[in-house]
């Protein structure tokens, strides 16, 4: 058995942050649920304006799934410890030209903080590194498949 490892993100509010990787990365495959009366009572949450929350979302950003939620037990802390790597085949001229669109994309967009350009690193990858309007660190990468 193989165990699939996806990010799985909590928001102060999940449907506005998927509205924003929508628009700012390109986001597809969009889905949620938002939180019935019966889980809104489990978590002490008024039951008023339940279509504006999110039990659980999804979303891909260049074929990658992420999975996300609101945050229903206590406010997200945003982390320097986790990244979002999208790693990108340095062989595939689809997957290079898919990196480098989606870097300039997200960053043209000033709702981010470059913290490392797109470009040649040492090892004869391409890389670059940002962090997004909720405090997500992403990291795209272009090189030698990662098995």
Known sequence: MTAKLYPYITFINAKE???????????????????????????????????????????????TKILCSDAFMAEPQPSSLISILLDFDSNDTDDTKIAEDLFNKVTESDTVRVILPYSPQANGDRMGQFVDHYGITWVIRVGERIE
């Open 17 to 63: 942050a998927m509205a924003y990787y929508k628009e700012v990365f390109g986001a597809t495959n969009i889905s949620r649920l938002p939180v019935s009366e019966d889980q809104a009572e489990y978590y002490g949450m008024m039951p008023s304006n339940l279509e504006d929350t999110t039990y659980h979302g999804e979303f891909e950003v260049a074929g």
